[in-house]
């Protein structure tokens, strides 16, 4: 089955950087992925998707700031956070899909606490 193990969270100050980082296993063919946040009392919101073919899309506030890359060959994703700010403090989801984009996902990591001061 398809597992997800998140790394990289952490206490940061505000403006700071944190590059998180995810492992993926249990599939054999590139599959779309992305980071999902959960703010503190609020839904899971996408932040970043990359297709399988390279294919990437930012929600309007991660835009300009974080950057996602994934590494087929290591089956590994990586969000760049830039400029962080204390609205970015949450549970980030490392995701896996057959489908591209920032309404849902089928596979969740089981998230890594960023929190910005």
């Known amino acids: 089955h398809v597992q997800l193990v998140e790394s990289g969270g952490g206490s940061v100050q505000a403006g700071e950087s944190l590059r998180l980082s995810c492992v993926a296993s249990?599939?054999?063919?590139?599959?779309?992925m992305g980071w999902f946040r959960r703010l503190p009392g609020q839904e899971r919101e996408g932040v970043a998707a990359?297709?399988?073919?390279?294919?990437?899309v930012y929600t309007d506030s991660a835009k300009g700031r974080f950057t996602i890359s994934r590494d087929n060959a290591k089956n590994t994703l990586h969000l760049q956070m830039n400029s962080l700010k204390p609205e970015d403090t949450a549970v980030y989801y490392c995701?896996?899909?057959?489908?591209?984009?920032?309404?849902?996902?089928?596979?969740w990591g089981q998230g890594t606490q960023v929190t910005v001061s």
């Open positions: 995701t896996a899909a057959p489908y591209y984009g920032l309404a849902t996902s089928d596979y």
């Open positions: 249990g599939y054999t063919l590139p599959m779309n």
């Open positions: 990359i297709a399988g073919d390279g294919t990437i």
